[in-house]
């Protein structure tokens, strides 16, 4: 009798609706949504950045490319990033400190192409400047552990990142996962829930670097852990009673 009480309770916890799990319920194939918000990401303290500098005349580019090689363990060349101080600096061969914080990294491509220019380093030679993130990552943190993934495209939407994560399993809530993000200093949390198509202006739909994304289980998840905890105790102490009652039959 309390097997099959236990067995009930198990089947009502884990019931999931496709209500709590499905995404974008409010949407259908002639949906159309205007997308309010635009977003490139910008610098920030701590960010690692490539910056290339090539022209017409490689002799005149390579003093600016200087810090930007280093030679790895197996002896190749590797590229090696610019830390953005706490300041929001970086320093910059010949060139000096550069403010670069603030900045979108085309931003901070046409500033030092101008300063090249106007600089007359490499006025007649026509300088390109490629300047990339070399830390653009989304961090997960959920009950079963943490993990992160890199994005090459220097562009992340909330939904991208949950696809590229794998997903989300049916016992995480969907009403409560949250984006934690340094915004001006400070540490700020807000919750998002794809199922609804609000989401797409939400200001924290597109991902910043570093961003983090945190979700929790809903109750039952964790009612089915404790039901399941209890269930294999019972089950080793049943296992201990046939052993005792065996051992009693015999020795009678």
Known sequence: ?????????????????????????DMNDTTQIELENRFEAVISPYDELDIWVSCSD????????????????SGSYARRGYLVDV??????????RIHVAGMTRLQLQEYI????????????????VNVRFNNYKIFF???????????SNERCTFLEALALHGGINSYTR?????????????MVLHYMDPR??????????????????????IKSRYYMNEVNYWMSWMGVLSSITSVVTMIVVLLK
Not at 87 to 96: A, L, R, T, W, Y
Not at 175 to 184: E, F
């Open 141 to 151: 943190l959920s009950p079963e552990g943490g993990s992160s993934i890199s994005i």
């Open 113 to 128: 192409k101008k300063v090249l220019v106007d600089g007359e380093y490499m006025s007649k030679s026509n300088p390109f």
């Open 174 to 186: 969907r009403d409560k996962i949250g984006v934690l993000r340094n915004v001006d200093g400070k």
């Open 1 to 25: 009798m309390l097997v099959a009480v236990i067995l009930a309770l198990m089947s009502a916890t884990s019931c999931v609706t496709p209500k709590k799990v499905f995404y974008l319920q």
């Open 58 to 73: 490689k002799e005149l580019a390579e003093p600016f490319n200087i810090m930007s090689r280093e030679r790895d363990y």
């Open 87 to 96: 300041n929001g600096d970086i320093e910059f061969p010949v060139i000096g």
């Open 196 to 217: 609804s198509s609000e989401i797409f202006n939400d200001p924290f739909f597109l991902l910043q670097q570093n961003d983090f994304i945190i979700t929790e289980s």
